[in-house]
């Protein structure tokens, strides 16, 4: 009885599943077609024989190596630094009162809320003036300043819900402040830390806008930039730019579905629903 | 409380800790929106310097028609994407909090496509939009509907951004509502059908104001991302047909780092900065009247 009534549920859940999907199929029936059979009308979703060729392909045809390794390089220690510097920052707000504490912390919630296009001339004249463009420490830098504000609010939510009285026992065995947060903060908060390793992660494996006023040399770009070159010189070989535009998403939905588990904890622990 | 005292005392720790953030906020944040705010008054190209006061902002108001119709196309574009999206990550939210099985794993194909960074997702769509041999065209067809060439025709790309959008409605923002959800107490809904509420009443009565912080929250960080597509527009249209898609970050990206009118861009920012933060004070005084939150009286 209970299955008949939840049907309709499921025939919806469904529906907008394959909704969701059909683009993904499409990308990849496309990047397993040679490249007549792409254009055809109706579109053949699966390809006989599947071009499996055209990965190695696409990946030879430009610098791919060196993209895929310089964007690992810099989101490996972007996302490194942004779980360490978010979780001392986050430390601070949630287990200490000091002079002017709510006042910063207010301050970091609004620079939620600014443009990022109102800093983004300055602080490219910084980098210019250091002689750092066409290199990886702009893009790399900013993150070894707490990690985000969103990084330090979700990081700060969770905390809180720590025991104080954990703190306490550790600072009575005679622990520093930094073996605290290192010692005992760090092993209870495994779901935020995944959290905010993982939405940092992807979003420095995407990041485009930066790479792109960044680097100059081919052989410094990341994938997302890259892709860019090979849309402009291959924009016609739909087969191949789907097969490159592959590469460039699954690593972030490998690692989503590793992390998945904590992932969805970390937030919805966090408080973020509004109380 | 003398036990709480041992970790609240030495006030100066607490600010070495928050310290990374500080040195990040003047140096990166704080310094540039000065500086930008200044170089909004000059003319700068990167190697010569000249105050030239309010012209910029004149220019931009009098003589400048793409200004006007890259704020024209953002805020089409915002208007629409902004509360459809909102909308649509709502409904799904509500439909992934169903107690049916195998939630789990429609979560995670709702999810999916917000994982699918934006310049993949922007070639992925160039070619669904290819008017003829892309999947939306075919699918319009198998309904005997005649399609369109979505991202040439300036009739249709801002649809077609918008419809893009929509593709990511399960991501973040969803996570964030079916998190709301779940903290919403049984109580009041099992009240609410000792009462004989339809559920449409439930949904309005209970879900909507329970959920006001959350939306309240989602409409801000959606007006602000709305007016700041920037990579979707620059690979798929590069602000094409006919300025149609010419999304106002694109337009300061464009003036700043291909034209090195570093002035006027700084002006350019300074403007949307100030819209929003217009478009937001109103919302937070708009709040009063309808987000509603736990423990607050409601008149």
């Known amino acids: 009885m209970k299955k008949l009534r939840d049907l309709p549920t499921y025939v919806v859940l469904i529906a907008f599943s394959s909704l969701f999907l059909v683009p993904f199929l499409w990308t990849v029936s496309t990047a397993l077609h040679d490249n007549q059979d792409v254009f055809k009308f109706p579109p053949e979703w699966i390809p006989k024989p599947p071009h499996w060729e055209n990965f190695p392909k696409a990946w030879t045809a430009l610098p791919f190596t060196n993209w895929v390794l310089n964007t690992l390089f810099i989101t490996v220690i972007t996302t490194t630094a942004a779980v360490l510097t978010s979780s001392l920052v986050a430390y601070g707000f949630s287990r200490f009162k000091f002079k002017g504490r709510n006042a910063m912390f207010y301050t970091m919630l609004a620079t939620m809320m600014l443009p990022g296009q109102v800093t983004m001339i300055p602080v490219f004249m910084i980098w210019r003036w250091l002689g750092a463009i066409d290199t990886f420490y702009p893009l790399i830098i900013p993150s070894f300043f707490g990690g985000g504000a969103f990084n330090i609010f979700l990081m700060r939510q969770f905390f809180l819900t720590i025991p104080r009285e954990f703190d306490e026992a550790a600072m009575l065995d005679g622990a520093s402040h930094f073996k605290i947060w290192w010692r005992v903060l760090l092993p209870l908060s495994g779901p935020v830390l995944a959290t905010v390793a993982v939405m940092s992660f992807i979003s420095h494996w995407d990041e485009f806008n930066g790479p792109l006023i960044y680097l100059n040399s081919p052989e410094k770009y990341t994938v997302s930039v890259g892709l860019r070159m090979f849309q402009d010189s291959y924009g016609s070989d739909m087969n191949q730019l789907m097969a490159a535009s592959l590469i460039h998403i699954l690593p972030t939905i490998v690692l989503f579905f590793c992390a998945q588990r904590y992932f969805m904890k970390g937030i919805n622990l966090s408080g973020l629903g509004g109380r | 409380m003398t036990k709480r005292r041992l970790v609240d005392k030495p006030s100066y720790w607490g600010f070495l800790f928050v310290l990374p953030w500080l040195l990040g906020f003047l140096v990166f944040t704080a310094g540039p929106m000065l500086t930008s705010l200044y170089l909004s008054f000059t003319k700068y190209d990167l190697n010569t310097i000249q105050f030239v006061g309010t012209k910029n902002y004149h220019r931009l108001f009098y003589e400048e028609p793409l200004f006007w119709k890259s704020l024209q196309v953002t805020i089409t574009y915002a208007i629409f994407s902004v509360p459809l999206g909102i909308s649509a990550s709502l409904g799904l939210a509500i439909l992934l909090n169903q107690k049916v099985r195998g939630q789990r794993v429609f979560r995670t194909l709702f999810y999916l496509p917000s994982l699918v960074p ?182």
């Open chain 2, 118 to 299: 934006a310049v993949a997702s922007s070639l992925l769509w160039i070619w669904i939009f290819n008017p003829d041999y892309g999947l939306l065209n075919y699918a319009l067809s198998l309904f005997g509907i005649g399609g369109a060439e979505w991202l040439m025709d300036e009739k249709y790309t801002l649809g077609a951004f918008i419809v893009m959008s929509l593709w990511g409605a399960g991501g973040g923002r969803m996570i964030i509502f079916l998190a709301g959800l779940q903290g919403i107490s049984d109580t009041y809904y099992e009240a609410a059908r000792l009462d004989g509420a339809s559920h449409w009443q439930q949904f309005r009565f209970i879900t909507i104001p329970q959920l006001s912080p959350v939306i309240f929250f989602n409409l801000i960080l959606g007006i602000i991302g709305a007016f700041q597509v920037f990579t979707t527009a620059y690979i798929m249209t590069g602000g094409g047909p006919n300025n149609a898609t010419l999304f106002y970050a694109l337009s300061i990206f464009r003036n700043a780092f291909e034209y090195f009118k570093l002035g006027k861009a700084s002006a350019m920012a300074w403007v949307l900065f100030v819209i929003l933060l217009i478009i937001t004070a109103v919302q937070f005084w708009g709040s009063k009247r309808w987000v509603y939150y736990e423990g607050e009286a409601k008149s």
